[in-house]
């Protein structure tokens, strides 16, 4: 079974750094576009950043300079590198992985707290 499992929250200082990790099994994971979400309370899930499965990359304008999405193929592993980290960072944070429209595949989230 297809398994998406988040880690590397917490609670961080403004100013400070998080690295987020997402592990998949259950997927050929280098044919997978990976993204990950965000959603903070009372708002919509957004997209954060995305990479295609040959590196592509792209980012949501509030994080552009802050944040670095990358892959590692050989861990099935998606990171995103989070920088600056802003008290609007503040969300619960989702990987996804995306083969093609109808077969896309969620981890269960993990929190991101940036608060002095």
């Known amino acids: 079974q297809v398994q998406l499992v988040e880690s590397g929250g917490g609670l961080v200082q403004p100013g400070g750094s998080l690295r987020l990790s997402c592990a998949a099994s259950g997927i050929s994971f280098s044919i997978y576009a990976m993204r990950w979400y965000r959603q903070a309370p009372g708002k919509q899930r957004e997209l954060v950043a995305g990479?295609?499965?040959?590196?592509?990359?792209n980012y949501a304008d509030s994080v552009k300079g802050r944040f670095t999405i990358s892959r590692d193929n050989a861990k099935n592993t998606v990171y995103l590198q989070m920088n600056s980290l802003k008290p609007e960072d503040t969300a619960v944070y989702y990987c996804n992985a995306l083969l093609r429209p109808g077969i896309a595949y969620w981890g269960q989230g993990t929190q991101v707290t940036v608060s002095s």
């Open positions: 990479i295609t499965s040959v590196g592509v990359t």
